[in-house]
């Protein structure tokens, strides 16, 4: 079982930022990828930002040039810096975790509750 604990939504206006936190805890061999992921009402969930174990992070077009993701394997957490925020951001982020299960090996892809972001113009 997986645990993540996602915080630092909120409300901000055009051009802020914000910082979300997400802190992974359990029974796992290993993390692989951690990451977020966001939907806005009536649309589907889509990736913002994944980084591998080693570092290797891949971001949506929309988030380059304004968002940083980068996390703490110590500490099993991923951090994703939200800069020149846009009202189009406005969504329910989600935090991603995919883990490698003790002997079975068998990888397992998790998601925290969400944690609403609101960008007003």
């Known amino acids: 079982q997986v645990q993540l604990v996602e915080s630092g939504g909120g409300l901000v206006q055009a051009g802020g930022s914000l910082r979300l936190s997400c802190a992974a805890s359990?029974?796992?061999?290993?993390?692989?990828?951690m990451g977020w992921y966001r939907q806005a009402p009536g649309k589907q969930r889509e990736l913002v930002a994944t980084?591998?174990?080693?570092?290797?992070?891949n971001l949506a077009d929309s988030a380059k040039g304004r968002f940083t993701i980068s996390r703490d394997n110590a500490k099993n957490k991923v951090d994703l810096q939200m800069n020149s925020l846009k009202p189009e951001d406005t969504a329910i982020y989600y935090c991603?975790?995919?883990?490698?299960?003790?002997?079975?090996?068998?990888?397992?892809?998790?998601w925290g509750q969400g944690t609403q972001v609101t960008v007003s113009s």
């Open positions: 359990g029974i796992f061999f290993s993390i692989n990828a």
């Open positions: 980084i591998t174990s080693g570092g290797t992070t």
């Open positions: 991603y975790v995919q883990t490698t299960a003790w002997g079975t090996l068998d990888l397992k892809n998790s």
